[in-house]
């Protein structure tokens, strides 16, 4: 199946993480295409990239769309959007819905491009018009929250089922929300709710699984640990303790090997988990994980985090405050001001500083490809409980947005005043 996304805990927040994933359907093994495909989904992605390339340069629409997805979310090699936005044109231009999909996500987010919410939507029609059920999704955000186009609930539910009937696991639990608070003048309707939940859950959508597992925890202990289980086998936190948490207390051993037994079961009896739902919670937990390595490699647990002590504030820190604004400002599509593009001139002249006085080699290219990440996390946490309202309403930024250019550009000549190892702490 081709899903991705958290459950949120409200239906706005739902339904505006519905245009996130990315996804193929009708997988079968039979070329060399589709051969690399296998490979995609088996999690050996550098190696499929190696394998789909020479298909997407003669012309193949799905290897293309593949290397497009590989190169979005750094799937086995580093963030490359002007690549990765290449093999989505490519793709587009041989009629692929995925290809269009993310032509769309382009134009939307303004990633590699200029942003253009028109051209976007355009895309974005074209890709639901050739049989996309994410760009469904992502209409029925558009249309029934007025993003982009005039409010429209009729035509927004009508696109949420659509795709929820084929199977888009979060269009399925965007819709049980719904049907559970008996938002836009529909019916409330728990047990439809519930059934819509099951359905996310049997496509392996472990936000689903999870949400069962809470549900169950009191009337049926042994389902709800097998559910707990199921969700913490597929989601990003696999390894972790998410059955632990979600166990009741009291559940005895047998009922525990029962919960397992039953999972178990389960698993064989379904279909093996399509990668591509997991694109964005996956690629948070890859970024996390790869961020405390850093942190661990850089600085020994034996040793006290270094500190800028000249007074002027970590040169780190603030050029990380900076990225992240602008990486904010670029995917919500916010007005860019005077003081945003101050801030966009300082990155650079950070980025020179952090270059000629690191005692540890630092390129460009290493920077860029931070400051794309960045960029990338910010799509990214679109997904998360709660996180689009407090990401794209500006106001967790307005503190860095608030000062007039000639305000910016001179706490950027006193940071980089006394030229010194760049650290991050302390911060400002």
């Given amino acids: 199946m081709r899903n991705g996304g958290f459950r949120m805990r409200n239906v706005a927040s739902v339904l505006l993480a519905l245009f996130c994933g990315l996804y193929w359907v009708g997988i079968v093994y039979a070329n060399p295409t589709d051969d690399a495909l296998a490979v995609y989904q088996s999690g050996d992605f550098a190696k499929a990239a190696a394998l789909l390339r020479p298909q997407a340069e003669q012309g193949d629409a799905k290897a293309q769309a593949a290397l497009y997805r590989i190169y979005w979310y750094g799937k086995g090699t580093s963030i490359d959007f002007p690549r990765a936005l290449k093999w989505a044109r490519s793709a587009a231009s041989l009629g692929s819905a995925d290809g ?9 987010f303004g990633v590699g491009v200029d942003r253009n919410p028109a051209e976007g939507l355009k895309w974005l029609k074209k890709s639901a018009a050739d049989g996309s059920r994410e760009a469904d999704a992502w209409l029925a955000a558009k249309y029934l929250y007025g993003d982009d186009v005039p409010s429209n609930t009729d035509l927004g539910l009508h696109y949420l089922q659509l795709a ?17 608070q008996g938002s836009f003048g529909q019916i409330k309707d728990s047990l439809a709710a519930e059934a819509l939940r099951e359905k996310a859950a049997e496509e392996r959508f472990f936000p689903a699984q999870l949400d069962l597992a809470i549900s169950l925890a009191n009337t049926d202990p042994v389902q709800a640990a097998m559910w707990s289980v199921l969700a913490t086998t597929t989601g ?38 399509d990668l591509n739902q997991f694109d964005q919670t996956v690629n948070i937990c890859e970024l996390n994980r790869q961020h405390v390595a850093a942190q661990t490699a850089a600085q020994p647990s034996e040793e006290p985090p270094k500190q800028d002590m000249t007074g002027k504030g970590a040169v780190l820190c603030v050029w990380l405050l900076y990225a992240q604004t602008q990486a904010t400002v670029d995917v919500c599509g916010l007005p860019i001001s005077a003081t945003d593009t101050a801030i966009r001139d300082g990155i650079g002249r950070i980025d020179r500083f952090i270059i000629q006085n690191s005692t540890e080699p630092v390129t460009q290219a290493q920077l860029s490809n931070s400051e794309a990440i960045f960029k990338n996390q910010q799509i990214t946490r679109i997904v998360q409980p ?12 307005a503190p860095f947005r608030q000062g007039n250019p000639e305000e910016v550009e001179k706490s950027i000549d006193a940071l980089l005043s006394i030229p010194r190892e760049p650290l991050m702490n302390p911060c400002l």
């Fill in 386 to 397: 709660g996180h689009f309202h407090g990401s794209c309403d500006g106001k967790d930024i």
């Fill in 236 to 273: 990003c936190n696999a390894g972790g303790r998410i059955d632990q948490l979600l166990l009741p207390h009291n559940l005895s051993a047998e009922d525990r090997q029962k919960a397992a037994s039953l999972a178990a079961q389960w698993d064989k009896s379904h279909p093996p988990v």
């Fill in 100 to 108: 269009e999909y993310g032509v769309a996500m382009a134009y939307a």
């Fill in 164 to 180: 929820a009937d084929q199977r888009l696991s979060r269009a399925l639990v965007a819709l049980a929300d719904i049907r559970e």
